[in-house]
């Protein structure tokens, strides 16, 4: 992943600023970031940008795939559990700051 991608999951880049990525992985990055807020909400755009790139099916695999990871994601922090780390250092997270208990 390049330094715009991940500042792009982050956050901090919009997707659209991230040459990188191609239209199709813009639309669906855009479209998981709304399923993933709290609550969920779409934007008529983002609807219609995720309709012009994939078929019906493909749209019902990221969003179960989508949600199939913030089940994941969730149930192990209600544990207290620390994220998996492959590496010793990861730049998308902060795990020096990372806690699920306050």
């Given at each position: 992943m390049t330094e715009d991608?991940?500042?792009a999951l982050q956050g901090i880049k919009?997707?659209?600023?991230?040459s990188t990525l191609s239209d199709r992985e813009k639309a669906a990055l855009a479209y998981v970031r709304c399923i993933s807020r709290s609550p969920v909400s779409f934007e008529a755009e983002t609807i219609q940008n995720l309709k012009?790139?994939?078929?019906?099916?493909?749209?019902?695999?990221?969003?179960?795939t989508c949600a199939q990871v913030n089940?994941?994601?969730r149930l192990i922090q209600?544990?207290?559990v620390m994220p998996a780390g492959f590496t010793?250092?990861?730049?998308?997270?902060?795990?020096e700051q990372y806690s699920t208990r306050k």
């Open positions: 991608e991940i500042r919009s997707f659209d600023e991230v012009r790139q994939f078929s019906k099916r493909a749209i019902v695999i990221i969003a179960s089940f994941w994601a209600s544990f207290g010793a250092e990861c730049s998308i997270l902060n795990l």
